[in-house]
């Protein structure tokens, strides 16, 4: 069902908080009627798109008000409670000690590691004895770093997006090198936050931060010179593939029948249409045609993505002190459903290989069965 706004300005509500919507309150109050609070109940975290509220609730009088009312609500509507392997209740928390977390990865050796970009740090997780030790905190030229993002390559190095130091790649003894400080044009390379490698190889990079040290620290949250970079792993060269968005973050690559990378698709943060961002993967490190590839609900801050095997992307937004996933069919869109998750600051997400088991970063470290399998990563297709 299509209407008026549909895709554009979304308003969150409740999502556990609450089970009425606070403008159908005011709506139903203004009219004069009763029992506002019943006529305005939804379902624990339904979505209201507020564009299209505002259209269907705008004309609403006279003796059938109430009703009428209740069908924009259920018209509005975006997207179910997502379905998962277990009940809403089940999600099982591995760390529960304060610090933000973000970038989990599987290595291939069955290694688990997060980052605490705060705390400069990337560490490797227990995830049966539910504890986590420091693996590496990496600095060059006595600048320390702000690892942010991570990825596992075929030879089960770690490669780092860090938003002080750049691209790193780290050896499983915890030796690092910073793989570049400039890109393909001798720019300043600037501060990274999430990375992924698509299926040949080639690995793709938001950049929400300015020139890496030792220039000052600055971002990209009020100034959109964010960027996404494409390092090359035939040429060894990184390239600036696109430039001028708000706090790029969390980022993916969709791939054909064939395993061929189709399309790069990664969310803006701090931006008050939280749109996911597409473009075309035309050849290695080469794209084209920008397309809002998918909306989130209004003044939301998108931060991890990733796909399941069946070709949904799963997207982490923290909204109000509020942290959900949204899911997003093949094509993108709206949202096909969303889930509240028990955590405050939901960051990133990644998948178990082989598993339908998501784990969640952000000030928790949590488990969830997901309905399906996650979609292989780089490492894993060799």
């Known amino acids: 069902m299509k209407t008026l706004g549909f895709l554009v300005a979304m308003a969150l509500l409740g999502f556990g908080l609450a089970s009425k919507y606070g403008p159908c309150k005011a709506k139903c109050r203004a009219l004069g009627l009763r029992k506002c609070s019943r006529i305005c109940r939804i379902a624990t975290c339904d979505?209201?798109?507020?564009?299209?509220?505002?259209?269907?609730?705008?004309?609403?009088?006279?003796?059938?008000?109430a009703n009428d009312l209740r069908?924009?609500?259920?018209?509005?509507?975006?997207?179910?409670?997502?379905?998962?392997?277990?009940?809403?209740?089940c999600f099982i928390k591995i760390l529960k000690e304060n610090g933000h977390r973000e970038g989990p990865v599987f290595t291939k050796d069955g290694h688990f590691y997060i980052v605490l970009p705060f705390d400069?740090?990337?560490?490797?997780?227990?995830?049966?004895?539910?504890k986590s030790s420091t693996f590496v905190a990496p600095s060059v030229n006595g600048f320390n770093g702000m690892p942010a993002g991570l990825q596992c390559d075929l030879e089960n190095n770690i490669w780092v997006a860090d938003a002080r130091l750049g691209?790193?790649?780290?050896?499983?003894?915890?030796?690092?090198?910073?793989?570049?400080?400039?890109?393909?044009?001798n720019e300043t390379i600037q501060g990274c936050n999430d990375l992924i490698f698509d299926y040949h190889g080639n690995?793709?990079?938001?950049?929400?931060?300015?020139?890496?040290?030792s220039k000052s620290f600055t971002d990209s949250r009020k100034d959109p010179?964010?960027?996404?970079?494409?390092?090359?792993?035939?040429?060894?060269?990184?390239?600036?593939?696109?430039?001028?968005?708000?706090?790029?973050?969390?980022?993916?690559?969709?791939?054909?029948?064939?395993?061929t990378p189709k399309k790069l698709i990664f969310g803006s943060s701090y931006n008050i249409t939280a749109p996911l961002w597409s473009f075309d993967i035309v050849s290695p490190c080469q794209i084209e045609n920008k397309q809002v590839w998918g909306n989130l609900p209004a003044n939301g801050n998108i931060n991890g993505i990733d796909f399941d095997e069946k070709g949904n992307l799963i997207v982490t937004l923290i909204d109000n002190g509020s942290s959900l996933l949204f899911v997003f069919g093949p094509n993108g869109g709206t949202?096909?459903?969303?889930?509240?998750?028990?955590?405050?600051?939901?960051?990133?997400?990644?998948?178990?290989p082989d598993s339908n088991e998501l784990y969640i970063t952000g000030d928790a470290l949590l488990k969830l069965r997901w309905k399906y399998n996650g979609m292989k990563q780089y490492c894993e297709i060799a």
């Not at 209201?48 to 009088?61: E, F, M, P, R, Y």
């Not at 690995?203 to 040290?213: D, E, Y």
Request: hydrophobic residues 35%; glycine residues 6%; charged residues 15%.
């Open 71 to 89: 069908e924009c609500l259920q018209q509005c509507r975006v997207g179910n409670t997502c379905e998962t392997a277990s009940n809403k209740n």
């Open 120 to 130: 400069g740090e990337i560490r490797r997780v227990d995830l049966k004895l539910k």
């Open 225 to 259: 010179f964010g960027s996404v970079y494409c390092y090359n792993m035939t040429t060894n060269e990184i390239i600036k593939v696109a430039t001028g968005f708000l706090y790029p973050n969390g980022i993916a690559v969709q791939h054909d029948s064939n395993g």
């Open 167 to 185: 691209l790193l790649k780290v050896d499983q003894d915890g030796s690092f090198t910073q793989v570049a400080t400039k890109d393909n044009q």
């Open 203 to 213: 690995l793709w990079i938001t950049a929400s931060f300015g020139p890496i040290a």
């Open 47 to 65: 979505t209201i798109a507020l564009s299209c509220w505002k259209t269907c609730s705008d004309s609403i009088n006279g003796p059938n008000a």
């Open 335 to 352: 949202p096909t459903c969303q889930l509240k998750l028990p955590t405050t600051r939901a960051t990133n997400i990644q998948f178990r």
